[in-house]
């Protein structure tokens, strides 16, 4: 998610999971190899299993990329294949890439022979007015013959006009009986639902009786990080407690007072912890007071909001 799944969001989901994969924001494979992305690549061992997810057309700096994460200690490489923003549009990449599936596989087999990690792609059920679900199985066949490890389909078709990024997270109708589908008529494959999904339960759901071998949770857990703090338990089957909200909290104020200490802003992680007060006694009091201090907020401002919080 971009401007949400940056190293501190990260922190913050790493107290809930210790199993669970997490992503980098979506890197262009040109600023990955000219330093731009560098705030993007670097990364806490503690984060890890992590992914870095990197959007390009061109297989030669893919390949590169993929070389520099796995030199860099990433755990996986992810080609968005998904995002419908204006910018990826007019790029030739991100959704785009799904009307071009020729052009995917060559991709991910420049991505395998320079990596020994695992290559995935992200990508829709459909784009424009492609979005049948053959449309979709010939997209996914032909990748899997270049070697792609695993599939993460967003169970919403994207429009490349007309629609904003916001609304195509909203307005094309959730299909994931599609995804099932694919998983049933394609069961070698590694098949990945996201999308929707709100809640421990909803991920359980999807991988009830092997409808899918994975699901991968976005804008749910920025939303109310707390609704997955079961993951590990429920999901993984560890034998654990889920972290508690204070708990969540403290290592997020020192976590912030770590990164000042490396010439950081606080605001780089407050910013990220408004969802932890979702419906929680003195959580309106508590985004107020950051709020008001907005990018001026110190570590005592982050102490101060979530001292508000009733837990």
Request: hydrophobic fraction near 40%.
């Amino acid at each position: 998610m971009m401007e949400r799944t940056d190293r501190h969001f990260r922190v913050l989901v790493r107290t809930l999971t210790r199993r669970s994969l997490l992503y980098t924001e979506m890197v262009m494979g040109r600023a990955v190899l000219d330093g731009r992305g560098e705030r993007d690549m670097d990364f806490d061992p503690l984060e890890l299993p992590l992914a870095l997810q990197v959007g390009d057309n061109d297989p030669s700096r893919l390949a590169r990329c993929a070389e520099l994460a796995q030199a860099r200690g990433f755990t996986e490489l992810n080609l968005n294949c998904g995002c419908p923003s204006a910018r990826v549009r007019d790029g030739a990449f991100g959704a785009r890439l799904m009307l071009e599936p020729d052009r995917v596989a060559t991709l991910v087999r420049a991505m395998k022979a320079a990596t020994s990690l695992p290559v995935t792609v992200k990508h829709r059920i459909g784009v424009d007015e492609v979005d049948g679900y053959d449309d979709m199985l010939r997209f996914v066949d032909v990748v899997a013959e270049a070697g792609a490890d695993a599939f993460i389909v967003h169970a919403r078709k994207a429009w490349l006009h007309g629609l904003s990024p916001k609304e195509n997270r909203n307005v094309p109708p959730l299909r994931p009986e599609e995804i099932f589908r694919l998983k049933r008529e394609r069961p070698s494959l590694r098949i990945e639902l996201n999308g929707g999904i709100e809640s421990t339960d909803a991920v359980l759901a999807g991988l009830r009786e092997g409808r899918v071998d994975g699901v991968m949770v976005g804008r749910g857990i920025y939303r109310d990080p707390m609704a997955f703090a079961d993951v590990d338990a429920r999901v993984f089957g560890d034998d654990v407690a889920p972290t508690p909200l204070r708990a969540v909290l403290e290592t997020m104020v020192e976590h912030a007072r770590r990164w000042v200490a490396r010439g950081g802003r606080v605001h780089d992680v407050s910013r990220h912890v408004h969802g932890l007060f979702l419906g929680r006694p003195g959580g309106r009091k508590a985004r107020r007071v950051l709020a008001e201090a907005g990018a001026a907020a110190d570590v005592d401002t982050l102490r101060r909001a979530i001292d508000q919080v009733v837990v």
